[in-house]
């Protein structure tokens, strides 16, 4: 398994994040969410990344995926470029994420990251070296109160109810081994120490570009010396349920309190 690492240690990297007018503007965009990766950030809007932001021989460097900036895709190829004139046209380049977007991560913007109380701190989480290729990701990670005034770490799963790894006629759908794998990840000791070293210094990196649309976020990680801890057991989020069947009574029997369920809208 490869090391978890996320967070921007490099403190010049932070101070032209801190006077670079495009990334102000995107702070300021209450549906952008701003992801901390590795000394980079991605930004999405309802489950696309729209951009990469690196720091690049002392200069903050905009990338975006070609399909979203109208360039062409070609074979062995790199498939993003400079974002370039999008950057002061991002209406558009929000625009242009439309036709990719996926109604599962829509329904996570929208119910989730929009919900002022939820804090949401991290989307599309990849743990390490998986079996699969490309690996997959959990859906988001919230922060919230644990134990002793802790700060406690949350991993959601989201599914759509006619998702077939839900709705499955097997008595273990594929939904069972997707999350006990995740499960597995966060119990190892290893692993724990690494994810919470990063979120200690995503925690930081929050308070020092500003992040303020991040709910009541700011209020729970103000006090960066609170211990933090790991919910072991991932939690399964599903959308628009349209009614109570088998498939939802296998859910409640194997997770129980850890089932999330969200009903569809008349």
């Known amino acids: 398994m490869s090391v978890f690492k996320r967070g921007i240690n490099n403190v010049d990297f932070i101070k032209a994040l801190n006077s ?3 990334f102000q503007k995107m702070i300021l965009d209450e549906n952008l969410f701003i992801a901390i990766r590795n000394e980079k950030l991605n930004v999405y809007y309802f489950g696309q990344s729209i951009c990469q932001i690196e720091y690049v021989k002392n200069e ?3 990338t975006s995926h070609n399909k979203y900036i109208g360039l062409p895709i070609e074979k062995n190829k790199s498939c ?3 974002t370039g004139e999008y950057l002061n046209k991002i ?3 929000k625009r242009n994420t439309i036709p990719f977007q996926k109604k599962e991560k829509v329904q996570v913007k929208r119910q989730i990251i929009e919900d002022p109380k939820k804090c949401v701190i991290d989307i599309e989480v990849t743990f390490g070296k998986e079996d699969e290729e490309p690996p997959r990701s959990i859906d988001y990670v919230s ?6 005034s802790n700060i406690k770490l949350v991993f959601h799963e989201a599914k759509l109810f006619n998702n077939p790894e839900i709705r499955s006629e097997s008595p273990n759908p594929k939904i069972f081994a997707q999350l006990d794998k995740y499960e597995k990840v966060l119990k190892d000791v290893n692993h ?4 919470i070293d990063s979120y200690k210094t995503i925690f930081q ?5 500003n992040l303020m649309n991040k709910g009541i976020l700011l209020k729970l990680i103000e006090n960066l010396d609170r211990k933090i801890e790991i919910d072991s057991k991932p939690k399964l989020i599903v959308f628009e349920i349209d009614k109570k069947d088998e498939h939802l009574a296998k859910l409640k029997r194997k997770y129980a309190d850890r089932l999330i369920e969200k009903f569809k809208i008349k």
């Not at 922060?143 to 002793?148: F, P, T």
């Not at 724990?192 to 994810?195: C, G, K």
């Open 143 to 148: 922060v919230e109160k644990g134990y002793n």
């Open 192 to 195: 724990q120490s690494e994810i």
């Open 91 to 93: 209406e558009e380049l």
């Open 80 to 82: 993003y470029s400079l």
């Open 205 to 209: 990196n929050i308070i020092d570009l």
């Open 20 to 22: 670079n007018i495009h």
């Open 60 to 62: 903050v460097k905009f």
